[in-house]
T-cell receptor, first 112, second 112 residues
Framework: NAGVTQTPKFQVLKTGQSMTLQCAQD?????MYWYRQDPGMGLRLIYY???????DKGEVPNGYNVSRLNKREFSLRLESAAPSQTSVYFC???????????FGQGTRLTVV | SQQGEEDPQALSIQEGENATMNCSYK?????LQWYRQNSGRGLVHLIL?????REKHSGRLRVTLDTSKKSSSLLITASRAADTASYFC????????????FGQGTRLTINP
């Protein structure tokens, strides 16, 4: 039982490049989330998906798009990376409202 | 803007002492959760307290919630070097889907 798996773990992009961060959970959870973590800022919600087929913006959605491909997978896409998107990205999932969240190990992204 | 704010931002104590971290938030919540993050790792759920609860215990952890003051505290008793980590409170809002909104965290260092 792997829990929440994020790929890649590390990535360096040049400004303007695009990439997709992958997240998959094997716990049959309904809701999935993408956060970014910057020093001194805690975690900020980018996008979330309450259930398969639905996505909603969080606190800092600009510059990102998401796809809830199926119940297991929730991807985050940067269409044109900017240095301000240098951060550590975390995916999380929750089985139902009111439950605890399970986090992946993170993707450390650097945009140069 | 972030919902929760932890206090202090950093705390350094001797092994065996108790560590207390506080969290304040702004809006009504469904529940409040505390998470731990070791350096370079994902977040791990510690304890959840519902809005109709005032205190909860789990091993060496004690969490209190005061909804009238919109605040919570996490007490770690008899601290160990292995407790060194960052601790985050997360408020849970039901706005359609569940949204987990994190504070900035408290960096706890336990000195042997």
């Amino acid at each position: 039982n792997a829990g929440v798996t994020q790929t890649p773990k590390f990535q360096v992009l040049k400004t303007g490049q695009s990439m997709t961060l992958q997240c998959a959970q094997d716990m049959n959870h309904n809701s999935m989330y993408w956060y970014r973590q910057d020093p001194g800022m805690g975690l900020r919600l980018i996008y979330y998906s309450a259930s398969e087929g639905t996505t909603d913006k969080g606190e800092v959605p600009n510059g990102y798009n998401v796809s809830r491909l199926n119940k297991r997978e929730f991807s985050l896409r940067l269409e044109s990376a900017a240095p301000s998107q240098t951060s550590v990205y975390f995916c999380a999932s929750i089985i139902s409202r009111g439950a605890e969240a399970f986090f992946g190990q993170g993707t450390r992204l650097t945009v140069v | 803007s972030q919902q929760g704010e932890e206090d202090p931002q950093a705390l350094s104590i001797q092994e065996g002492e108790n560590a207390t971290m506080n969290c304040s938030y702004k809006t009504s919540i469904n529940n409040l959760q505390w998470y731990r993050q070791n350096s370079g790792r994902g977040l791990v759920h510690l304890i959840l307290i519902r809005s109709n609860e005032r205190e909860k215990h789990s091993g060496r952890l004690r969490v209190t919630l005061d909804t009238s003051k919109k605040s919570s505290s996490l007490l770690i008793t008899a601290s160990r070097a292995a407790d060194t980590a960052s601790y985050f409170c997360a408020t849970v809002l039901f706005q359609g889907a569940q949204k987990l909104v994190f504070g900035q965290g408290t960096r706890l260092t336990i000195n042997p």
